[in-house]
Nanobody
């Protein structure tokens, strides 16, 4: 069983950058494909980005492609989401999870003001 804890959220302005981290413990982090999801107020949770267990393959939602970068550092049992060019529509609670949704973090709030 793996535990996931997100950090790095906050309040930023349009165009700013933010880096989220997801620290894993209690399991073999390096064996899991991982993903970021987000949920905006009044909306369903949506996929943001995913990364293979090796880090060699990445996938992005069209809405963040070219602005967000997902990465992982297995030696630190940590996954990252570098978010650049933030927009108000990126405002949401961001969750890290194993790619198949077996395990989830508690979420971190990202708010982008005009």
């Amino acid at each position: 069983q793996i535990q996931l804890v997100e950090s790095g959220g906050g309040l930023v302005q349009t165009g700013d950058s933010l880096r989220l981290s997801c620290a894993a413990s209690g399991g073999t982090f390096s064996s899991y494909a991982m993903a970021w999801f987000r949920q905006a107020p009044g909306k369903e949770r949506e996929f943001v980005a995913a990364i293979s267990w090796s880090g060699g393959s990445t996938y992005y939602a069209d809405s963040v492609k070219g602005r967000f970068i997902i990465s992982r550092e297995s030696a630190k049992n940590t996954m990252y989401l570098q978010m650049n060019g933030l927009k108000p529509e990126d405002t949401a609670v961001y969750y890290c999870a194993t790619a198949w949704g077996d395990y989830w973090g508690q979420g971190t709030q990202v708010t982008v003001s005009l």
